[in-house]
T-cell receptor, first 117, second 111 residues
Framework: SAVISQKPSRDICQRGTSLTIQCQVD?????MFWYRQQPGQSLTLIAT?????????ESGFVIDKFPISRPNLTFSTLTVSNMSPEDSSIYLC??????????????FGPGTRLTVL | GENVEQHPSTLSVQEGDSAVIKCTYS??????FPWYKQELGKGPQLIID?????GEKKDQRIAVTLNKTAKHFSLHITETQPEDSAVYFC??????????FGDGTTLTVKP
């Protein structure tokens, strides 16, 4: 299985500021994703982080608000820009692994708990 | 796109009883169906998964069944213990790619 770490684990931010969340995987993986989980809710996919190219965003999410980078096969960042209290959520990094084959599964990191005041 | 419905939203059982959570999906192309357990303050933890070429899979007290024709799959937990109390999510995807999740089931196991 893939071991995923996220930094920071939690943060409290002021509205109008931005926060960058880091995701590190212990092995090379084919796909990395970013999800949002609002309080008491299910998980919603924000985007697929593509190595070396622009991320693929889901409906309702845009690059200006959630810029994503993926410089290599083990690392990605998600930035939450110009934050408002509605952005208060848990942000989760997820990967598909380990081999890129038909037996792959999907794993989640521990999440970053963001509170915007 | 894919739509996943999960029932019930809350489930309370006595320790030692069985718990069953059911999910339906809409996209017949989906072929990977994981179940996650999420404890308070933690990320979702994969507990069991099933692929569309298999009808049932078991791992100790946990089992998952899949009915491709009816597009539904279920999680079965036997001999429940208080530490099984958590929120459980089902999901569906193609080849473990981007996933669509159910709304979650809060399971409470009463000692």
């Amino acid at each position: 299985s893939a071991v995923i770490s996220q930094k920071p684990s939690r943060d409290i931010c002021q509205r109008g500021t931005s926060l960058t969340i880091q995701c590190q995987v212990d092995s090379q993986v084919t796909m990395m994703f970013w999800y949002r989980q609002q309080p008491g809710q299910s998980l919603t996919l924000i985007a697929t982080a593509n190595q070396g190219s622009e991320a693929t965003y889901e409906s309702g999410f845009v690059i200006d608000k959630f810029p994503i980078s993926r410089p290599n096969l083990t690392f990605s960042t998600l930035t939450v820009s110009n934050m408002s209290p509605e952005d208060s959520s848990i942000y989760l990094c997820s990967v598909r692994g380990p081999s890129g084959g038909l037996t792959d599964t999907q794993y989640f990191g521990p999440g970053t708990r963001l509170t915007v005041l | 796109g894919e739509n996943v419905e999960q029932h019930p939203s809350t489930l309370s059982v006595q320790e030692g009883d069985s718990a069953v959570i059911k999910c339906t999906y809409s996209d017949s192309a989906s072929n990977y169906f994981p179940w996650y357990k999420q404890e308070l303050g933690k990320g979702p933890q994969l507990i069991i998964d099933i692929r569309s070429n298999v009808g049932e899979k078991k791992d100790q007290r946990i089992a998952v069944t899949l009915n491709k024709t009816a597009k539904h799959f279920s999680l079965h937990i036997t001999e429940t213990q208080p530490e099984d109390s958590a929120v459980y999510f089902c999901a569906a995807s193609i080849n473990a790619g981007k996933s669509t999740f159910g709304d979650g089931t809060t399971l409470t196991v009463k000692p």
